[in-house]
């Protein structure tokens, strides 16, 4: 299996550019979840989905960030309007969902808002 | 609510020495909790988890923790350091089904 997917792996935008950042789970997990990471915060969750639906969005910023799972072995996570102190760097994650089962981390999306 | 606290920001050690990252954890349960690894521009890896069976527990790349309830802790070691090895570490706790909740990272350092 290859992993968790992100697309793309960096990417740079002005302030008030739509931004949107992708993720495709392993194969056969049913759970996925996107993180930012950043120096002052550290890792956070944003949106948890379960099934394809959003079960956990309590971690989502703002109405500028949306998530959606359309299906499977997908994801996308949207910023828009951007701004610069959204900069960071963005995982994606997936699990079988069960307790004990270890999240899988793909390499992450660096974002940065100029 | 669970947490965890990683006492060191950064760790330095020699090549071929012993390595202790050290995290103690906040939990009103019986918590889950594993070491995850980043590399440099990498996601994160699991290195070991504990849930609740033996309370020492065996990771890969030779790395180890022992869950101590007595002392909430949940402290990394490795017996001796390769310099592959450098990287930042978090510890992190389950604190639902799903919710990980992670330390602030210590980075450890290998000098040659």
């Known amino acids: 299996d290859a992993g968790v997917i992100q697309s793309p792996r960096h990417e740079v935008t002005e302030m008030g550019q739509e931004v949107t950042l992708r993720c495709k789970p392993i194969s056969g997990h049913n759970s996925l979840f996107w993180y930012r990471q950043t120096m002052m915060r550290g890792l956070e969750l944003l949106i948890y989905f379960n099934n394809n639906v959003p079960i956990d969005d309590s971690g989502m910023p703002e109405d500028r960030f949306s998530a959606k799972m359309p299906n499977a072995s997908f994801s996308t996570l949207k910023i828009q309007p951007s701004e610069p102190r959204d900069s960071a760097v963005y995982f994606c994650?997936?699990?079988?969902?069960?307790?004990?089962?270890?999240?899988?981390f793909g390499p992450g999306t660096r974002l940065t808002v100029l | 609510a669970q947490s965890v606290t990683q006492l060191d920001s950064h760790v330095s050690v020699s090549e071929g020495t012993p390595v202790l990252l050290r995290c103690n954890y906040s939990?009103?349960?019986?918590?889950?909790l594993f070491w995850y690894v980043q590399h440099p521009n990498k996601g994160l890896q699991l290195l070991l988890k504990y849930t609740s069976a033996a309370t020492l527990v065996k990771g890969i790349n030779g790395f180890e923790a022992e869950f101590k309830k007595s002392e909430t802790s949940f402290h990394l070691t490795k017996p001796s350091a390769h310099m592959s090895d450098a990287a930042e570490y978090f510890c992190?706790?389950?604190?639902?089904?799903?919710?990980?909740?992670f330390g602030s990272g210590t980075r450890l350092l290998v000098r040659p």
């Open positions: 939990s009103s349960y019986s918590p889950s």
């Open positions: 992190v706790v389950k604190d639902s089904s799903y919710k990980l909740i």
């Open positions: 994650a997936s699990s079988l969902a069960s307790a004990n089962n270890e999240q899988f």
